[in-house]
């Protein structure tokens, strides 16, 4: 037990040493206490939209709404013909949604009046859907990001999906789509508990599924579903379907001489 505590203590100071100049640098300029970049990367004197973040995170499960409404907040207008059905629930919802979104369009500017009538609309489907909020979504945004083609670095369109313009690039985004859910399942495979395998290398192998299942659980908590944000994740991912094929061809090998 002492050599556990001794080696948590050392992570955590290998882990929190690197942030502290951040820190000093941050309390000496800024004159409060802050180890991390802000929430939104924004600056003091600058708005942080967090209603309409909140508003986005009651709907959102999808890459694709990132680029055609979450990104062109502000600056650009916002299409509500690109809203998913989830978006609104209600009749009364739709003429608020729409009325907001139209005054928002008008100048294309996030002003803490608007953000607070986003924040409102938030707020009402949250209380009305609380599973859906706190459970449903941030479930299904884990699985977009960790399954879907990676299009925001590749020529096939966001929608791939709906083989409109190029049909030759969504396959090929269904094909990498299926190379991803490959690595996936070879990594979930190498993580089953089996009687053969050492209980010392099931322990470790649970130490690198703890960190992807943590990271996983904080991504789910974002509003912008981006699958980059995995990467970190796939040293892991390559690393356990790695140890799966190697086990399943050892295993082969030895039926065979039998």
Not at 32 to 49: G, M, S, W
Not at 114 to 123: E, M, P, S, V
Not at 127 to 137: C, D, I, P, Q
């Amino acid at each position: 037990m002492a050599d556990v505590l001794a080696a948590g203590i050392i992570v955590v100071a290998c882990a929190l040493a690197p942030l502290a100049p951040w820190t000093i640098r941050n309390f000496r300029t800024l004159h409060h206490f802050q180890p991390l970049a802000p929430r939104y990367a924004n600056e003091t004197d600058e708005l942080a939209p967090r209603g309409f973040n909140r508003w986005v995170k009651t709907w959102i499960v999808d890459y694709a709404s990132v680029e055609e409404i979450y990104w062109n907040v502000p600056g650009d207008n916002i299409d509500p013909e690109k809203l998913p059905s989830r978006a609104i629930d209600t009749p009364a919802e739709r003429d608020r949604t729409l009325a907001v979104i139209g005054d928002y369009n008008q100048a294309r500017e996030m002003t803490p009046e608007l953000d607070a009538r986003f924040g409102n609309l938030a707020a009402n489907r949250i209380r009305a859907h609380r599973v859906r909020y706190f459970v449903v979504l941030p479930l299904l945004r884990v699985a977009d990001m960790w399954l879907r083609p990676r299009t925001e670095v590749l020529p096939p369109d966001v929608r791939w999906w709906e083989f409109n313009d190029e049909a030759k690039e969504s396959v090929m985004a269904v094909g990498l789509g299926l190379l991803n859910l490959a690595y996936v399942v070879g990594a979930l495979l190498a993580v089953v508990p089996r009687p053969s395998r050492r209980s010392s290398g099931i322990r470790w192998a649970g130490l690198l599924v703890g960190f992807v299942l943590l990271r996983s659980a904080f991504l789910g908590t974002l509003e912008n579903p981006e699958p980059r944000y995995t990467l970190e994740c796939y040293p892991v991912v390559i690393l356990c379907a790695a140890a799966y094929l190697a086990s399943a061809t050892e295993q082969q090998q030895t039926k065979s001489r039998i």
